[in-house]
C-alpha cells in the first residue's frame, strides 16, 4: 500500500469535480479488488503543488474512510520506486528493501498476518503503478494491497494488474483533463460576469480598468488591452491597457489590427498568435512576423486576439497575452473570450452614443449662445434709427398744415413703429434674461404688489372685451424671492395672454397662494386654450399656435420664452394645463423669500 501517507486529513468522498471521471477511476479501482482478487485498491492524482492526492479507493471501507482525500509528496513515492522491482507498468518494493529508519506511519497499513511461504504478502509490501502522460509527465498511481491469496503476484495476476495500470493511466488524465477544463471554464465565466458588470459604465478607462484583474486572473493573462479604433480620420484610436506603461502600437500594427479584427468580427472566431502555433490564415506571413517580432519586443510568448463589436459593427479588440512557459490558449477560453468581445463591443457603442451625444449638447449650447448673441446685437442696432424714425414722426405730426391723408399715413407709420419697439423690447429682454453670465440678484419681491401693477394696465383692454377678471390675492404682503422687474414682466405677459386669448364675455382668474413654502402665482382662462403639441412647445422663441384663433391677435411668440427664462433663472418651475376650445390655467412655482 502506498505507506506515506503522512497524517493526511480525511475530508470526505469528492475529490475530483468531475462526477463521470470519479466514477470510472472508481470502477478501475474496483476492477483491482474484485477481478485481480485485492483486498484493497487506490488510485491517486498528481495536484499542482506536487503531491499525490487518493481519489478513488476499493476494497475496504476503513482503507477508504483513512486514505480519500489524503495527501503525499510525489518526490516520497520517487524514493521508494528506485528500490522498486520492475514489473511492467507495476513496481514492487518488498518489505524487506524498506529503510528499517523509514520511521512514518504508513497512511493506512492492513492489520494482516503473513502467511507461512517464501512468496507470503507482508504488510508493508508496496505495489504501485506510476500512471504517466504521453509526455512522459507523472500525473497518478495505482496502488494496490490484501492480496486474496495472501501471496505476492504471480505471472498471471501481475498481467491482469498490468491491464488494469494501463487503463488507470489513461482514465487519470482524462480526469485531470476534464478537472482543468471545468476550472477554466468557471474562471472565464466568473471574468465574464465581473466585465459585465463593469459594461454598465459609460466611460471605457473606467470599464478596462474594473474588468483589468478578472481578465488577467480569468484567462490565466500576465497582460491585456483593449483597442478602439478610430472613427474616419481621427487617428489611431484608443488603447486602454493593463499596464502602467503604454502599449505603443505602430501605425502598420494598428492596420494589422484593425484589418484582423473586422475579419475575425465576421467570422466570429478569435485569433491566436504564438511562434508555436500554425499560422491559421487569420495573418499573412509578413503580418504575422511583424505581429511575432512586436511581441518579442514586449517579452510576450502568445496573445489570444479578441474581436469587439456590436451587430455588424467591429469596433475594437481586446489582446490578452501570456509570458513564455504558460500554457497555450484552449478552446474553452477562445469562446468565452468571443462572448466578453460581445459585451465589450456594446460596451464601445454605447460609451460612443454618450460621446456623441454629450459633442451634440456642447454644440447645440455654443449655437444657443450664438443666437443670443445674434439676437441682441440686431435689436441693440435697430433700437437708436427706430428711435429717431419715433422721434421724427413726431415732430411731424406736430406740423398744422398736415393734409389729412398725410395725417392718416403718418399715424399707420407711428403704430408700425410702435409694434417694431415692442418687438426689440422683447427681443432685449430675452437676451438679458437668456445671459448665464447676467444672473438675477434675488431680493425679496412683493407679488401682490406686483399683481396690482399689472391689473391696473389690463384692466382697460379687459373691460373693453366684458371680461370677468377676478383676482384671488391673500391679504398682505406676499414675498417671493427675486427680480422685481423680472416677476413684473412674468405676471404680465400671463396676464396679457390670458386677456388677449379669450374671447369677449369669458372669464379670466389670477391668484397668489403659498404652497408648501412656495409662492405659487396661477392664471386661469377660459379662452381657446391649445392642443397638446402646442403646449409642448410652449416657451421656444417665435412659437405661435396654428390655430387660427390665436393667430388672429397679434403676437410675436416671444411672451413665453421670456416667461419660461425667467422661471429657470430664478429656480422656479411652471406647469401648464389647457384643453383646446375650452381655456387654460398657467401655475408657476417661485423660492419664497
Ligand atoms: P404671442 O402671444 O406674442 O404670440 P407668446 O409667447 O406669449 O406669444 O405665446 C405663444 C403662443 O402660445 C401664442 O401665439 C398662442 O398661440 C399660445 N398662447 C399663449 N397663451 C395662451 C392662452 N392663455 N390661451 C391660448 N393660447 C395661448
Redesign the pocket.
Same mark, same amino acid.
Given at each position: 500500500m502506498p505507506r506515506d501517507t503522512p497524517a493526511g486529513p480525511v475530508r470526505g468522498r469528492v475529490r475530483l469535480s468531475d462526477a463521470g471521471s470519479r466514477d470510472a477511476l472508481q470502477l478501475i479501482a474496483e476492477g483491482v479488488t474484485d477481478v485481480a482478487h485485492f483486498g484493497v485498491a487506490a488510485i491517486s492524482v498528481v495536484r499542482e503543488d506536487g503531491k499525490l492526492e487518493v481519489v478513488a479507493v476499493a476494497g475496504s471501507d476503513v482503507a477508504r474512510s483513512q486514505l480519500e482525500g489524503s495527501r503525499t509528496p510525489v518526490d516520497r513515492l520517487a524514493g521508494e520506486i528506485a528500490k522498486a522491482d520492475d514489473w511492467g507498468l507495476l513496481r514492487f518494493v518488498p518489505h524487506e528493501r524498506l529503510e528499517p529508519d523509514a520511521g512514518d506511519e504508513w497512511g493506512w497499513v492492513p492489520d494482516i498476518e503473513p502467511i507461512d511461504a517464501p512468496d507470503a504478502w507482508h504488510p508493508l509490501d508496496l505495489l504501485i503503478a506510476p500512471l504517466y502522460d504521453d509526455n512522459g509527465v507523472l500525473r497518478g498511481t495505482l496502488a494496490m494491497d490484501v492480496p486474496a491469496d495472501g501471496r505476492r503476484p504471480g505471472e498471471e495476476q501481475r498481467a491482469l494488474l498490468n491491464m488494469y495500470a494501463e487503463q488507470a493511466g489513461r482514465a487519470v488524465v482524462v480526469a485531470l483533463e476534464r478537472e482543468a477544463l471545468a476550472e477554466q471554464v468557471r474562471m472565464a465565466q466568473a471574468a465574464r460576469r465581473i466585465v459585465r458588470r463593469a459594461t454598465a459604465q459609460l466611460s471605457l478607462e473606467r470599464i478596462a480598468a474594473d474588468s483589468r484583474d478578472a481578465l488577467l486572473e480569468g484567462f490565466r493573462a500576465a497582460g491585456m488591452w483593449i483597442h478602439t479604433f478610430a472613427r474616419g480620420a481621427e487617428g489611431l484610436g484608443h488603447i486602454y491597457s493593463s499596464n502602467p506603461t503604454e502599449v505603443a502600437l505602430t501605425p502598420d500594427l494598428v492596420k494589422i489590427a484593425e484589418s484582423t479584427a473586422q475579419a475575425a468580427w465576421r467570422s466570429q472566431q478569435v485569433v491566436i498568435v504564438a511562434s508555436n502555433v500554425e499560422d491559421d490564415e487569420s495573418l499573412d506571413p509578413a503580418e504575422r512576423a511583424a505581429v511575432l517580432s512586436f511581441l518579442r519586443g514586449i517579452d510576450v510568448e502568445s496573445l489570444l486576439f479578441i474581436p469587439l463589436g456590436a451587430g455588424p459593427e467591429c469596433l475594437g479588440n481586446l489582446v490578452l497575452t501570456r509570458l513564455p512557459g504558460a500554457p497555450e490558449w484552449t478552446e474553452t477560453e477562445a469562446a468565452a473570450a468571443l462572448d466578453i468581445g460581445h459585451d465589450l463591443g456594446r460596451a464601445i457603442l454605447n460609451a460612443r452614443t454618450f460621446e456623441r451625444e454629450h459633442q451634440l449638447v456642447v454644440e447645440l449650447q455654443e449655437l444657443d449662445t450664438y443666437k443670443g448673441q445674434l439676437i441682441a446685437t440686431v435689436a441693440h442696432e435697430l433700437k437708436n434709427p427706430l428711435s429717431s424714425v419715433l422721434g421724427h414722426l413726431e415732430m411731424l405730426e406736430s406740423a398744422r398744415d398736415l393734409a389729412g391723408t398725410t395725417r392718416g399715413s403718418l399715424a399707420a407709420m407711428e403704430r408700425g413703429a410702435q409694434r417694431m419697439v415692442k418687438v426689440i423690447d422683447d427681443l432685449l429682454l430675452l437676451s438679458k434674461v437668456g445671459d448665464p453670465d447676467n444672473p438675477v440678484i434675488p431680493t425679496p419681491v412683493d407679488l401682490s404688489h406686483v399683481l396690482d401693477e399689472v391689473i391696473d394696465l389690463v384692466e382697460l383692454s379687459a373691460q373693453q372685451k366684458r371680461l370677468d377678471l377676478k383676482v384671488e390675492v391673500p391679504d398682505g404682503p406676499v414675498l417671493a424671492l427675486g427680480d422685481a422687474d423680472e416677476l413684473d414682466r412674468l405676471c404680465a405677459?400671463?396676464i396679457s395672454?390670458?386677456v388677449?386669448?379669450?374671447p369677449e364675455g369669458g372669464s379670466v382668474t389670477v391668484a397668489i397662494d403659498v404652497v408648501d413654502g412656495d409662492v405659487v402665482f396661477t392664471c386661469r382662462?377660459e #379662452?381657446? /386654450?391649445?392642443s397638446a403639441e402646442?403646449v409642448a412647445r410652449?416657451g421656444t422663441e417665435f412659437?405661435?399656435?396654428s390655430?387660427p384663433l390665436?393667430?388672429a391677435?397679434?403676437?410675436? #411668440?416671444? /411672451?413665453?420664452?421670456i416667461?419660461r427664462r425667467i422661471v429657470e433663472r430664478h429656480g422656479g418651475s411652471m406647469d401648464i394645463e389647457?384643453d383646446l376650445g375650452h381655456?387654460?390655467t398657467?401655475r408657476v412655482h417661485l423660492p419664497a423669500a
Open positions: 405677459n400671463l395672454n390670458a388677449k386669448y379669450t382662462d #379662452g381657446i /386654450g391649445m402646442d410652449l412659437f405661435r399656435s390655430n390665436a393667430l391677435q397679434p403676437g410675436t #411668440g416671444l /411672451g413665453l420664452a416667461v389647457s381655456g387654460s398657467f
